[in-house]
């Protein structure tokens, strides 16, 4: 989410070549620690004419972050949706200490 509140205020002339967000989201998930991020509504439209391209990768089980949430990010964002099947928070609890799908979007970003 901070990453979109930067793009949301970036100048016209800011653009980044991509956004890879894992488990993100642009909406309140109902922790109280993170409300002030909610307090107004994202401005989807600008957000989504500061950046190139948007991916969006998250679990089918992640207790939380609902896949939900990723839905709206391509929904709204024109994200490219990856989900992975049972993987949880996607985190070092849930056996993630590396993210190939992540290096590979990365990388593929790079080379346009």
């Given amino acids: 989410m901070t990453i979109l509140r ?17 488990a993100g989201f642009s909406e309140s998930i109902g922790y109280q620690e993170i409300d002030n991020f909610f307090q107004t509504p ?3 439209q600008k957000v989504k004419n500061s950046a190139q ?13 609902p ?3 990723a ?4 929904d709204k964002l024109g994200a490219e949706l990856v989900v992975l099947k049972s ?5 070092d609890k849930a056996g993630f200490y590396q993210l190939p799908i992540l290096l ?4 593929l970003m790079m080379a346009i």
């Fill in 104 to 107: 590979e979007k990365l990388q």
């Fill in 6 to 22: 930067f793009l949301e205020v970036a100048k016209p002339d800011v653009k980044v070549g991509g956004v890879v967000m894992v």
């Fill in 67 to 69: 896949l939900a949430q």
């Fill in 42 to 44: 994202l401005d989807y």
């Fill in 71 to 74: 839905e709206i990010l391509r």
């Fill in 87 to 91: 993987a949880g928070h996607l985190n």
């Fill in 53 to 65: 391209q948007f991916v969006a990768i998250n679990s089918d089980n992640d207790h939380y972050v």
